[in-house]
């Protein structure tokens, strides 16, 4: 069956047999690419990032700085690029037209047909895509981290990912994820993006946004389901580790505080630029590519610090046509514990403003640092329970990344 994605262009699947690969190597120069690359190869290649087939060109990343679409007019707000160091260019003698192998740990990932080689002004794309150049701000350090030329070209994967345990239990393509969509009945899926471990707030996020979603369905007609998107990729410290975020979120589904048929959790490879309502618009379109037709976007979705005000991924999506975009935004306001109510309540309806406690990210770390169980109107107690185990299985006896964590970890995926 052929599955159709943002712009409305079937979904890209740019994959290679290993005895067709064989042909195509024969003689190519290799170069080595980045974690960041790899993994945008990788989301390449299975169609995430569809329409594109590969990473951009100069024009196309002009276009999406400057007017959020691609050249031919397809909405598209941040740059996907391949950085390459100059002298590697002429060490490899890499040219316009050269088919090179791209290579991840010394191990063959993809073959990337070069149509241009350019430079780009890091600054330019820096103050557009994420509003500064302020070194504070992650998306930029990240930005300032590569180099100043860049390859456009199609890529081809040849060497699948082999994911290791846990992440093999929830690595699912955009054609696998539709074909499961289909197998459960699921005719709505909402997506919630997530990169933290769930907290009853979060829950109770994914609760209103299935409801919203269902708004207009009479209750024998409801065949909705929530797909946890999870967020793999680089970690800070002080971030949770990424085996916690998948299994403690799969523990919600596995302790039926949400029903089977309603509810699965799967990941995406994805670098956080942290780029606050642009990134929201990326969020939406790359879910839309794994079948799903709502989108919950709560308080500051995808910012940090205080370089977006906190509903900015709210209003941006005012300013896009209907039609640019396959996904209905569910756009949330935040849920409080309010101790008068006795419950988790909702800022849209609660009048005991003085009185409510935030779920407080900050706070919650700090009990869960201290190992002391935080009330179940927090943090389900089998969630937490699970999350401290994580922490000495995979944490090095943290459940938040550390140095050792982040230079030690096992890898989430291996190229052979």
Known sequence: MKYFGHGGKGIVERILSSSEAKQWMRGLKRVSVTDRVARECIDLAYGFFTPLEGFMGKDDVDSVC???TLTDGTLWPIPIVFDIAEEEI??????????????????????????????????????????????????????????????????TLINLPKFNYPFDKFWNTPRQLREKFIEKGWERIVAHQSRNVPHTGHEWLMKGAWFSANEDLPVEEIKTGILVSCIIGPKRIGDYIDEAILLCHQKLHDEKY?????????????????????????????????????HMFGRDHAGVGNYYDPYDAHRIFDQIPKNDLKIKPVRILEWWYCPIC?????????????????????????????????SKLIMRPEVFDLLLKCA?????????????????????????
């Not at 557009?128 to 199609?154: C, E, S, Y």
């Open 66 to 68: 400057e007017k959020m």
């Open 90 to 155: 002429k060490k490899q003698k890499v040219k316009k037209g050269n088919n090179i192998i791209l290579s991840h740990n010394n191990c063959v990932l993809a073959i990337l047909k070069v149509k241009e080689i350019f430079k780009y002004d890091k600054k330019k794309m820096e103050q557009a895509v994420l509003g500064t150049t302020d070194v504070k701000h992650p998306g930029v350090r990240m930005i300032n981290r590569w180099q100043d030329t860049f390859i456009g070209g199609k890529i």
């Open 258 to 294: 949400f029903r089977d048929d309603i509810h699965m959790v799967s990941f995406i490879l994805w670098d956080m630029r942290y780029a606050g309502p642009r990134e929201a618009l990326l969020h939406a379109i790359i879910r839309s590519n794994l079948g799903c037709t709502h």
């Open 342 to 374: 006795g419950e988790i309540t909702y800022s849209g309806l609660c009048g005991h403003i003085k009185e409510r406690r935030q779920f407080s990210g900050t706070a919650i770390r700090s009990i869960i640092e201290d190992k002391a169980k935080p």
């Open 392 to 416: 000495d299985e995979y944490g090095f006896g943290s459940p938040f990344c550390t140095e050792k964590y982040l230079s030690k970890r096992q890898s989430v995926f291996l190229i052979s």
